[in-house]
């Protein structure tokens, strides 16, 4: 199924997430804004004419201020489909350099954990209340780690609950190599710290980066997903 779907990390109370759907105009609409996590504010937008909201809500992780995570649960107009999808932002500050985890990269592992747990919890409440046999639970946003970094705790906690990045799971990538862009046009190399992770069995198409410049430091990412409640 294609879902019509996108969320942003530090998108401003309020103003800016409703700017955006303004933007974007026709049936978008602003779900969500995770206010209670300041600077992090996260809003999830969706098409009304082809999602249903089900539920939705926010949770802290673990650690600093930065630990709200937004959530929502959508249903699929279409094919009847629920997926729980979950926008966050992990702690910012400075990775390790020198072969072993820093204490950010184990507070990002700490808060991944934390966010996994909940959003288990979450999904099997309502995967129980609907009688689902699977609710599929995808995880976006700015984890403040990559893959290629000297520990990557947000993968690793991710990998050992059964979910990876969407970019190991095609080949069909394209796009700037970084999601950082520095407020500079002309940077392609360097850390993708905004990630999506889906369950090990998804389908993923294709995964594309998105320039962010001159509105914004990062890059968007997205991908091409088909997920079921089987």
């Known amino acids: 199924m294609s879902v019509s779907l996108f969320s942003t990390v530090e998108s401003g109370q309020y103003k800016d997430a409703d700017a955006i759907t303004t933007a974007i105009g026709g049936e978008w609409k602003n779900i969500l804004h995770g206010d209670n996590a300041g600077d992090l504010t996260q809003a999830i937008h969706w098409d009304s004419k082809k999602l249903t909201r089900l539920a939705s809500g ?12 937004t959530w929502v649960l959508l249903k699929d107009y279409k094919t009847g489909v629920v997926l729980l999808y979950v926008a966050y932002h992990a702690d910012y500050r400075p990775r390790s350099r020198e072969g072993k985890p820093s204490e950010w990269d184990l507070l990002r592992e700490s808060q991944a954990k934390s ?6 919890e979450v999904a099997a409440k309502y995967q129980e209340e609907l009688g689902l046999n699977h609710i599929p639970i995808m995880f976006t946003g700015d984890f403040n ?10 993968g690793k906690a991710m990998n050992k609950s059964g979910f990876v990045d969407v970019e190991t799971l095609t080949t069909d990538i394209s796009g700037p190599q970084t999601t950082l862009n520095g407020m500079d046009p002309k940077r392609t190399e360097g850390r993708r710290i905004d990630r999506i992770f889906v369950p090990t069995n998804t389908k993923v198409g294709w995964v594309r980066t998105t320039p962010g410049y001159p509105n914004t430091d990062h890059n968007g990412v997205s991908a091409n997903i088909t997920i079921s409640n089987d």
């Open 115 to 120: 966010l996994i747990v909940k959003s288990v």
């Open 58 to 69: 926010k949770f802290q992780t673990a650690g600093t201020h930065h630990d709200w995570a």
């Open 145 to 154: 780690q990559a893959s290629t970094d000297v520990y990557d705790g947000v």
